[in-house]
Nanobody, 125 residues
Framework: RVELTESGGGEVQAGGSLRLSCSAS???DYWDWKCMAWFRQAPGK???????????????EYIDAVEGRFTLSQGNAQNIVWLEMNSLKPEDTAMYFC????????????????WGQGLQVTVSS
C-alpha cells in the first residue's frame, strides 16, 4: 500500500505563485519505475492532468495550459515531488491532486493507482 500526502495550496491573486508538494510513503518497492503526476478538477469540470514526471530520470511533461508557468521537480529520494506554480491565473483555480502509477505516464486519471487527498488552489482576479 502506498500513501500520498500533499501539502501547500491556498489562495493567491492572479500573477502570484504557489508551491504544492506530494510525498509518497508505504510500500515504495520499485518506486523508480513509477510516474507521479498532478491532476486538477475545477467545479463542474472533468479532472485533467497538469504535469507528470518519470521518477527514474526526472523527465517532466506538461499540458499546454501550464507550460512555462508550472515546474514539476523531485527530491533526491525520488518519493517527493514539488509543483511550483507561477504566473497563476483565475482559470487555474481548482482542487489539485497528486497521483502515482507504474510506467508509462498517462493523462488519464482512471489509470492511476494512488491518490492524495487533494488541495484547494484559488486564484483571484
Amino acid at each position: 500500500r502506498v500513501e500520498l500526502t500533499e501539502s501547500g495550496g491556498g489562495e493567491v491573486q492572479a500573477g502570484g505563485s504557489l508551491r504544492l508538494s506530494c510525498s509518497a510513503s508505504g510500500n515504495l518497492d520499485y518506486w523508480d519505475w513509477k510516474c507521479m503526476a498532478w491532476f486538477r478538477q475545477a467545479p463542474g469540470k472533468a479532472r485533467e492532468g497538469v504535469a507528470r514526471i518519470y521518477v527514474d530520470k526526472g523527465t517532466t511533461e506538461y499540458i499546454d495550459a501550464v507550460e512555462g508557468r508550472f515546474t514539476l521537480s523531485q527530491g533526491n529520494a525520488q518519493n517527493i515531488v514539488w509543483l511550483e506554480m507561477n504566473s497563476l491565473k483565475p482559470e487555474d483555480t481548482a482542487m489539485y491532486f497528486c497521483a502515482a502509477r507504474p510506467w508509462p505516464c498517462t493523462w488519464f486519471d482512471a489509470t492511476y493507482d494512488y491518490w492524495g487527498q487533494g488541495l484547494q488552489v484559488t486564484v483571484s482576479s
